[in-house]
């Protein structure tokens, strides 16, 4: 019998890298990427690990513990500010700036993320800093909390927006600002009017005028008392 022709022994095939956490995240962030979150399944990176969903189990608590596990990675590739008082502003838009585009790195995993309380230590670091940020701004600690919070929602809105507006952003814009101006003008007077300021500005722009409204907004009431 031609050896080319016999099945191939187990032996011969090449040994499959072992199992671990971390390659359970690398291969649930990889289709992630390639096909969205609602792709990322057990059974679907068990596949792509050529294994058992079974066996995920001994690393992460279902699909919850993985999409989490997913969420520290990437939170944890975002390089953190050391507080400077004289320059806190430029240092907090930098943070937030890395944070939305590590998250619209990865489509779907702000809008999933976005109502869990922080809990493991990786987000929490990013909490401390944000909070440490403004802290060095001169903001009494409740107004500082406060903004942390609001910001770090912004943050998941700006990406879901710019996950959005990421195919074809010009279209979007047109699409919407038409959709507002065939509104009927007698009811809806002033969407009509400015419909393309309402959609006006790259994801960049946006984003930026928002931290810089919710910072304002945070210094001004502080001063006001």
């Known amino acids: 019998m031609d050896s080319s022709s016999r099945p191939r022994s187990t032996r011969d095939r090449p040994a499959k890298a072992p199992l671990s956490a971390e390659a359970i995240i690398d291969a649930a962030l990889a289709i992630l990427k390639s096909d969205g979150l609602d792709a990322v ?3 679907r990176v068990a596949a792509a690990l050529d294994t058992g969903a079974g066996s995920l189990y001994v690393y992460v608590t279902g699909r919850e513990g993985l999409q989490e596990a997913m969420f520290d990675r990437i939170i944890a590739t975002i390089e953190l500010e050391t507080p400077d008082p004289s320059r806190w502003r430029a240092q907090l838009h930098s ?3 890395r944070l939305r585009d590590a998250l619209v790195a990865h489509p779907g995993i702000a ?3 976005m109502v869990d309380p922080p809990r493991t230590e990786v987000v929490l670091g990013l909490l401390e800093n944000l909070l440490g940020l403004l802290l060095a701004s001169g903001l009494e600690p409740q107004r500082a909390a ?6 770090a929602a912004q943050v998941s809105y700006a990406a879901i927006e710019a996950e ?12 919407v600002t038409a959709n507002f101006a065939r ?3 007698d009811r809806f007077p002033l969407i009509t009017a400015h419909a393309e300021q309402l959609v006006a500005g790259g994801v960049d722009e946006r984003f930026r005028f928002a931290v810089d409204v919710v910072i304002d907004g945070v210094l001004a009431t502080t001063s006001a008392r």
């Open 95 to 97: 943070l937030l700036g």
């Open 111 to 113: 809008a999933a993320t």
């Open 146 to 151: 406060w903004a942390a919070d609001i910001l």
């Open 164 to 175: 959005l507006r990421r195919t074809d952003p010009t279209a979007l814009a047109a699409q």
């Open 183 to 185: 509104l009927p003008a």
């Open 41 to 43: 399944s057990m059974r």
